[in-house]
């Protein structure tokens, strides 16, 4: 039986005891992370951001398989927050979607959920869907199954529970986590453990046609902002996806052993924690990137602050193989004469460092 068939759904039992020291150190995080915030310049505040909303807009698809052009989404995040004087033209009408939705997501936090709010996510999401039925729950009598496995060997992870009973569910769920809100009737003030109900609450409706990860992911953020008072400034999507097994281990198992959800709570609020350090380590790159930056621009000619401008945008994962004359040329337009020049006097400046000899030659920033 899965959780969702046993007499007690979704009557949640866990015991936080084990948790109480991620869950403080989660809080002393949070405040750190705040109070960093506060003090950075506004455009390297904002700057920080919108990295976290693309990450989370790309890694949050990435578990589900897509992978985007990161200059899509970063443009489908700055159109949406306003940030492009003129927006920018995303051809890829799916990474627009994800950008967006992280972006609203982001925006509305401290608003009540609603069936109206999850449907315009689901739309925002999958706009360029032929086959789903957006902005509406699933219909039909095929079961709604997780599974994996090439065809005719496929291993059912999870069934959900039939589409007749979703609307109803739906509606349990959303007066559920609106009574769970701050001030709300049956208010959970600790933001992870919420974040970690919700997420498994949803998932285990599964609501709709396809989207549901993605948006469940959504609805764990909106819960940990919702409940600290502010948006968190973390990618939890970014943190999943480094181990997606792990979640869908997690996931899977606490589906399959009724409403104690003990084990899955520790799991989710320590990925909630890493999400939060992960997020911390960013601002603390960030001023890197912007001290770097300010000390070298005035040195620069219009390519190689070109080229430099996009090797800081790639990290903190960097460019693969680190910048080299080809990448330098492709990226600038220059002869192979004037890449070489240029790099050399970076080179000579300290603001790159070179690697390797000969054809195999490379150069990473000296962060």
Request: aromatic fraction near 8%; glycine fraction near 6%.
């Amino acid at each position: 039986m899965y959780n969702w068939e046993q007499p007690d759904w979704p009557d949640f039992k866990y015991d936080l005891q084990p948790l109480e020291e991620v869950l403080l150190q989660f809080a002393l995080e949070t405040g750190d992370v705040t109070g960093m915030l506060r003090g950075l310049p506004e455009n390297v505040a904002q700057e920080t951001i919108t990295q976290l909303l693309i990450a989370e807009a790309i890694k949050t698809s990435a578990i589900e398989g897509e992978f985007f052009s990161r200059q899509d989404v970063m443009s489908s995040v700055r159109n949406r927050l306003g940030l492009n004087p003129i927006p920018d033209n995303v051809k890829d009408k799916r990474a627009q979607g994800a950008g967006e939705l992280v972006v609203d997501v982001r925006n509305s936090f401290s608003e009540p959920l609603t069936e109206e709010k999850l449907f315009e996510w689901h739309r925002t999401l999958l706009k360029q869907s032929r086959h789903v039925n957006t902005g509406a729950w699933r219909k039909g009598e095929e079961p709604m199954q997780v599974i994996s496995g090439a065809y005719g060997r496929e291993t059912v992870h999870y069934e959900a529970p039939p589409s007749s009973m979703v609307p109803a569910e739906m509606q349990r769920f959303i007066q559920w986590f609106n009574d769970t809100a701050p001030g709300g009737k049956f208010a959970i003030k600790q933001a992870p453990v919420r974040s970690a109900i919700a997420h498994l609450y949803f998932e285990t409706i599964h609501p709709f046609e396809d989207g549901n990860g993605r948006i469940g992911r959504a609805i764990a953020e909106k819960a940990l902002s919702q409940t600290v008072g502010r948006p968190v400034l973390l990618s939890l999507s970014a943190t999943i996806e480094k181990n997606k097994r792990a979640y869908y281990t997690a996931l899977s198992s606490v589906q399959r052993t009724g409403n104690e959800i003990t084990e899955w709570m520790t799991y989710f609020c320590e990925t909630v924690l890493l999400a939060q350090r992960e997020a911390k380590q960013l601002i603390e790159l960030t001023l890197k990137k912007t001290r770097f930056f300010d000390e070298n621009k005035s040195k620069l000619n219009e390519r190689q602050l070109k080229a430099i401008n996009k090797m800081l945008d790639a990290l903190p994962e960097g460019f693969e193989g680190g910048m080299t004359a080809k990448k330098y040329i492709s990226i600038t337009k220059a002869s192979k004469a004037t890449a070489t020049r240029d790099l050399q006097e970076l080179t000579e400046w300290g603001v790159l460092i070179s690697a390797g000899g000969g054809r195999s030659v490379h150069y990473n920033l000296t962060l």
